[in-house]
């Protein structure tokens, strides 16, 4: 319920159009939704940047003085240590809903419906964040994306995905479906992978003799 449906719904408005192909207004479509789901890896980027060099905050689940009552799939462990602001869930899910908003009013005030009642709200009832840390992120989400509304800005950062288009369609489209893949799991795979390597190399290098 968090990102699939807001993937299947940027597929359905990149496809659902009643513009012949390779028009001004389709090509401005196409390029803002392309900006959002790539404006969103630097947005998460960002927003870690932001939660490790701001003073620590630790997360409501974790607070003694709460006394708050813990879900039944929670573990306040997977919380320790991690900076409750600003929350990169809502960072990316109002960057998204922005983005679509952009294309389509209609799509975006749903994801915007979404991003509030199943990823936000949720989030605070459950102690995972403050609404200030919500609100802080939908505000960095909301300002990102809504940069995609420039032309300059646009054509920027989505010149070289569509150049990649112009040479092969298919790699472009299979660029595309990893991209929603990842954006749906909010990049925890590439996360884990990343993770993954380095400990590999460390443990290498480890080994290494030394002298």
């Keep these: 319920m968090r990102g699939g449906p807001v993937m299947a719904l940027y597929c359905f408005a990149w496809f659902q159009s009643g513009e012949t192909a390779n028009t001004p207004d389709l090509l401005r479509k196409r390029q803002t939704l392309l900006y959002t789901l790539l404006i969103c890896i630097p947005a998460i980027v960002l927003t870690r940047l932001l939660a490790a060099t701001l003073p620590f905050s630790a997360r409501p689940i974790v607070n003694p003085d709460l006394h708050l009552r813990l879900a039944y799939h929670l573990e306040r462990a997977e ?39 199943l990823i936000a709200l949720p989030r605070i009832f459950l102690g995972i964040h403050y609404p200030s840390d919500i609100i802080g992120g939908a505000l960095i989400g ?11 800005s646009r054509t920027f950062v989505t010149h070289f995905a569509f150049k990649l288009q112009e040479y092969s369609m298919g790699l472009f489209y299979v660029c595309i479906m990893f991209l929603l893949y990842e954006t749906a799991g909010m990049y925890w795979n590439l996360v884990h992978t990343l993770m993954l390597l380095s400990h590999r190399a460390e443990t290498f290098f480890h080994r290494i003799p030394r002298g």
């Design 79 to 117: 919380f320790v240590g991690w900076s409750s602001f600003p929350s990169d869930h809502a960072v990316m899910f109002f960057a998204l809903a922005t983005g679509m908003y952009l294309v389509s009013r209609r799509l975006g005030l749903l994801l915007y419906a979404q991003a509030i009642f």
């Design 142 to 152: 909301f300002l990102l994306a809504y940069t995609g509304k420039w032309n300059p």
